[in-house]
């Protein structure tokens, strides 16, 4: 029986990641998504830009099947520190789209980027 570690870790291996560096860089056409809830969101900011959807939501709400989504829409997610992130981009990824990746360090990786 796997373990939540045993799924993070998995979902670390399947979802390449994206540097602070290289997002700043490089925001414009992609969709950011923050998976954190809107709790942690209200109380530590966010990314300029991000859409929150939970990652308990995230199969419920994108779908590369909607007219507005197409599968090769590059997605940048992240959560406080990348495990969340990492399982909802493997989701992602099981959805069908197909240029996906996990913010390097998360939400903090990306305060401590710019402090």
Request: glycine letters at 8%; a neutral charge; proline letters at 5%.
């Given at each position: 029986m796997k373990t939540l570690a045993?799924?993070?870790?998995?979902?670390?291996?399947?979802?390449?990641t994206i540097k602070c560096e290289e997002l700043a860089a490089s925001?414009?056409?992609?969709?950011l998504i923050?998976?954190?809830e809107s709790s942690e969101i209200e109380e530590t900011g966010s990314i300029d830009g991000a859409?929150?959807?939970?990652?308990?939501?995230?199969?419920m709400k994108l779908s590369p099947n909607d007219e507005s989504m197409k599968p090769e829409m590059p997605i940048v997610v992240f959560c406080g520190g990348g495990s969340r992130a990492a399982l909802a981009g493997a989701t992602l990824l099981e959805l069908g789209f197909k240029n996906v990746k996990n913010l390097d360090g998360g939400?903090?990786?990306?305060?401590?980027?710019?402090?």
């Open positions: 045993d799924l993070i870790k998995e979902a670390h291996m399947v979802v390449p925001k414009d056409g992609l969709i923050d998976v954190r859409v929150n959807i939970p990652r308990g939501l995230i199969e939400f903090r990786g990306w305060k401590n980027f710019f402090e």
